[in-house]
């Protein structure tokens, strides 16, 4: 943590490997997905399970948005690294209606969903609604080796938003980053490097 701003560090919470924070009107979890990958833990007996579903349930309600990360995804719509996302999917049922956008790595191919409720229901648009779902974002890394993958099921690729025109049979491997800027109840989302060009604006969202 010490490379957060000061009027960050003082609102963080942290139990070890997890943790969040909150900054102005937002506020920030984050998971240790480490624990499956490596065998050890069920991550749905591990203790950040119950911490998490405790801190956004009593929480999120007082945040303009709500946002989470951890390395491996819930949702990927591609064959690599696509064993492993039940591992980490039943996290996600408790986070409908009080997450808005959930952002991973692990997959070197960016994905951007559809709205989407627990289990990948589609919805029609991000938010925390009742008949909205939640952004989930795969970013590629920044610095290691970009993978092509296939799509998983022609069911799977229907709930990605983006890349929506590219390569029917997969997805191209693409090396970037994300920015996310918050003003008031505007959200503009930025990935550099990512759809063949160097500024990109993914999604804007009112």
């Known amino acids: 943590f010490k490379y957060l701003p000061v009027e960050i560090r003082g609102s963080i919470t942290s139990d070890g490997s997890f943790y969040s924070f909150n900054y ?3 506020q920030f979890t984050s998971l240790n997905t480490e624990v499956t990958y490596m065998g050890t833990v069920d991550f749905k007996n591990d203790g950040q399970y119950s911490w998490m579903i405790d801190k956004v349930t009593k929480e999120s309600a007082n945040y303009s948005w709500n946002f989470a ?5 819930a949702y990927n719509a591609v064959t690599g690294h696509h064993d492993e996302i039940y591992k980490i999917k039943p996290v996600t049922e408790k986070l409908d209606g009080k997450m808005d956008w959930i952002f991973n790595g692990h997959v070197h191919t960016y994905q951007r969903f559809k709205p989407l409720k627990y289990d990948g229901k589609v919805k029609s648009e991000y938010g925390t ?11 590629p890394p920044a610095g ?6 296939e799509w998983k099921s022609n069911a799977e690729k229907t709930t990605v938003a983006y890349p929506k025109d590219g390569n029917t049979n997969g997805i191209f491997a693409e090396v970037g ?4 800027d918050i003003a008031d109840k505007a959200i503009d989302i ?3 490097g990512i759809g063949n060009c160097s500024n990109f604006k993914d999604v804007h969202i009112m």
């Open 190 to 192: 930025k990935v550099y």
């Open 69 to 73: 990360y951890w390395h491996i995804p």
């Open 177 to 180: 980053f994300g920015l996310v």
């Open 144 to 149: 290691n080796v970009p993978r092509d993958y």
């Open 24 to 26: 102005g009107s937002a």
């Open 129 to 139: 609604g009742v008949n909205q779902g939640i952004g989930y974002i795969v970013l």
